[in-house]
């Protein structure tokens, strides 16, 4: 599976990569690319990847980079920018959609990490220390946007962010947890945007005394009233694919489940839960499957 996943890689690489490797650099872009998707496939550290015995045969003879030159390659910003047009290609919608969905999942890392950009909040029905990755998902499973965050913050402030500028239009449904005047303001100020989840308190209560914003209005109206046709009924059923998408991260060898000891501050956990959101995308297109020993 690592081989199938890893030549996918590749072939994605030579379809988008056009720049030439500079004459004073040893390694070009693809070379630093292609060592940290190595590693991260099979659940390594950097410095594992760029030992030559842990290669195929048949890859042995290449030249490695040195872990030193691996850290400061992918700090690059021609490295970053292709690790960015990599998932666009492979993670980004193919077309466009009208129903999206929003939720967050927890990325816990141990609770002795002295990791300072960690954040200590709010898991799966427990407190857990680490990160969030907050996700807008179309309906047939492609990411239209993601973020990473640290545990502590509010899934209505990321999604505020998310929903300014993704690149969707038509209906997102949420949990109860973003029904919020202020994310609701955001969907109104784009204009084709409907943000859709049960109220937080329950339906029975009263709106209260301050003023509403027409797309929380228009939510609530789609959910409880017996007028919609079951329409708003549906959207909320459909919700639950979302969970269905985050478990397809975590239910295959070498996928995203907890963050690996090596994977530590924003810009690591970051790059890591990108490539892995490649290689998820790329494992069924890919027709890869996986056995039990």
């Known amino acids: 599976m690592e081989h199938q996943l890893f030549d996918s890689i590749v072939g994605v690489l030579r379809s988008i990569s056009k720049a030439r490797k500079p004459a ?10 292609k060592v940290f998707y190595w590693g991260v496939i099979h659940d390594r550290p950097m410095s594992w990847a760029c030992q030559r015995h842990n290669w195929p045969c ?7 980079p040195s872990p030193a030159t691996m ?5 690059r910003k021609s490295v970053r920018a292709l690790l ?6 492979v993670v980004a919608p193919q077309q466009p959609g009208l129903l999206w969905l ?6 816990p890392i141990s609770g002795c990490s002295k990791d300072r950009q960690a954040g200590y909040g709010r898991a799966a029905n427990c407190k857990a220390k680490g990160y969030k990755i907050h996700a807008i998902i179309g309906i047939d499973g492609a990411i239209a946007t993601w973020r990473i965050a640290p545990m502590n ?3 209505r402030v990321m999604a505020e962010r998310m929903l300014a500028t993704a690149p969707i239009q038509g209906y997102v449904v949420g949990d109860s947890n973003y029904d919020s005047n202020k994310v609701h303001k955001v969907c109104d100020a784009r204009g084709d945007l409907q943000l859709v989840t049960r109220r937080r308190y329950g339906k029975y209560r009263r709106l209260g005394h301050r003023k509403q914003s027409l797309g929380r209005l228009r939510s609530i109206l789609l959910v409880e009233s017996p007028r919609s046709d079951g329409f708003g009924a549906y959207l909320l059923h459909e919700r639950d694919t ?4 985050f478990a397809r991260l975590t239910n295959w060898g070498g996928s995203l489940t907890c963050l690996p000891p090596w994977v530590r501050t924003h810009r690591r956990v970051h790059r890591w839960v990108q ?5 998820t995308a790329l494992k069924p297109s890919s027709h890869i499957r996986t056995y039990v020993a």
Request: proline share 2%; charged share 50%.
């Open 24 to 33: 004073r650099r040893v390694f070009g872009d693809d070379d630093i690319v």
């Open 58 to 64: 048949q890859e042995r003879r290449r030249r490695l």
């Open 71 to 75: 850290s400061r390659g992918l700090r």
């Open 84 to 89: 960015d047009a990599l998932e666009q290609r």
């Open 102 to 107: 929003i939720d967050g999942k927890p990325l």
């Open 153 to 155: 913050k509010d899934e």
């Open 242 to 245: 979302i969970e269905r998408c």
């Open 275 to 279: 490539a892995k959101l490649v290689l």
